[in-house]
């Protein structure tokens, strides 16, 4: 999998001075190493029962389609506020610039469904600790959370460490 990180774009200064960002884009348009990571994420779960996989607004929108069809399993969006129509549950997280949220219509996911949480990054863990928490409030039973790219040096993990979490990328510093 090392050969995916050659293919992912990194841009100084953004979203401010200092941030090296890591632009998937750059992955998700080579066809090959699109189907690489594709078929890595498959590999990991297909032995797990998996009922649903929940995707974080925005980037784990494009992964979980992807995965849940490979797993027989439906797709849950956990979006931004005021995005959903119907009812909704909300969890505010803070950032480290300021506060967002998350929200899950209220019955998405049904007591007991087997859920797979997924999103492109995992940085500090606040959009997914605040994913966790949602998926856990209307019922459903956390299996793994998965992400293509791990920042280990800003510890977002251990704000995870009661769940699995599965990174396919690791990069250890800036």
């Known amino acids: 999998m090392e050969e ?7 841009i100084p200064d953004y979203p401010k001075p200092g941030i ?4 998937i884009t750059t992955l998700l348009k080579d066809r090959s190493a699109f189907k690489a990571m594709g078929d890595r994420f498959v590999e990991e779960f297909s032995s797990h029962d998996i009922d649903v996989v929940a995707g974080i607004e925005a980037r784990g ?4 389609p992807l995965l849940a069809y490979h797993l027989n399993a439906g797709v849950v969006p956990l979006r931004k506020p005021n995005k959903l129509p119907g009812e909704t549950v909300r969890v505010d997280y803070e950032l480290e610039y300021g506060t967002d949220s998350l929200e899950v219509h209220h019955d998405a996911i049904e ?5 797979l949480i997924i999103d492109d990054l ?3 863990g606040g ?3 605040a994913a966790c928490q ?3 409030e209307i019922g459903g039973d956390i299996v793994s959370l998965a992400f293509l790219v791990e920042l280990s040096f800003l510890d977002g993990r251990s704000r995870l460490e009661k769940y699995d979490v599965f990174s396919m990328l ?4 800036e």
Do not use: M, W
């Open 134 to 136: 949602l998926v856990e």
């Open 127 to 129: 959009s997914a600790n």
């Open 111 to 115: 007591r007991g469904e087997r859920v």
């Open 170 to 173: 690791q990069y250890d510093g």
């Open 20 to 23: 090296v960002f890591k632009d």
């Open 4 to 10: 995916l990180k050659n293919v992912i774009r990194d």
């Open 122 to 124: 995992l940085a500090t």
């Open 61 to 64: 929108f494009l992964f979980a």
